[in-house]
């Protein structure tokens, strides 16, 4: 019979499925490990780099009295701890030599090239979280076909044995599920803090062009 080694045997295309199931599941299990891999990185990195509410009061308080030697001294003490700071070592270093103009491009562009680095790994989050979930279930249909083709070649088969052989198909939506949800949910997670670390800089940049202008 075509398609059949011999009569009752399983179709020779099989081994297809069977390999195909595997190779999904251990394509998810990289993905997973990637992607808590990035959840690490990024977290120690945020943690490194947003300010504290306490210091983006305190610096947003010395530019409204326009105490330019407290605000020298504390981005000066701070200078080398995160994105937030180097931002704020940025100001103090135009306060003196340019005007509001050049402080609000230089400020701009300082975001800019550090929006990469904050966005750095975001896109493999999303991408895992949005496509985990259909490789998972490409690997259950691909478990089906298998469970079905085999149980079309075994006269003997019962329910039972089929039953069996699709709940293990399942695992690879179930550990599709498994992956993407984290990935989800640290992803969005993480572009709050983006949100957070760009505003607090746009704080500072916006209360020093009002100082600026103020005086005219």
């Not at 490194?48 to 003490?77: C, F, H, M, V, Y």
């Not at 690997?139 to 088969?157: H, P």
């Amino acid at each position: 019979m075509k398609g059949m080694d011999t009569m009752g045997s399983a179709p020779s295309w099989l081994w297809l499925t069977h390999w195909g199931a595997r190779l999904v599941l251990l394509i998810l299990v990289g993905l997973s490990v990637a992607s808590v891999a990035v959840i690490l990185d990024r977290r120690r990195f945020y943690r490194a780099n947003a300010p504290s509410p306490e210091a983006l009061q305190g610096a947003a308080d010395l530019i409204r009295k326009g105490d330019w030697g407290a605000l020298s001294k504390l981005a000066t003490n701070a200078s080398s701890v995160g994105i937030f700071y180097g931002y704020l070592t940025l100001l103090v270093t135009r306060l003196s030599s340019e005007g509001v103009l050049s402080i609000d491009r230089a400020t701009r562009s300082y975001l800019s090239e550090k929006r990469i680095e904050l966005e750095k790994g975001l896109t493999l989050l999303a991408t895992v979280g949005s496509n985990a979930p259909f490789i998972g279930l490409f690997g259950t249909v691909l478990g089906i076909i298998q469970a079905f083709g085999e149980l079309s070649s075994s006269r003997g088969a019962g329910t039972g044995s089929v039953m069996g052989a699709i709940s293990e198909a399942l695992i690879a939506t179930a550990v599709g599920l498994l992956v993407a949800i984290p990935a989800v949910v640290a992803f969005n997670g993480f572009q709050k803090r983006v949100k957070e670390i760009l505003t607090a800089c746009e704080i500072l940049r916006d209360e020093l062009v009002a100082k600026r202008e103020s005086k005219g």
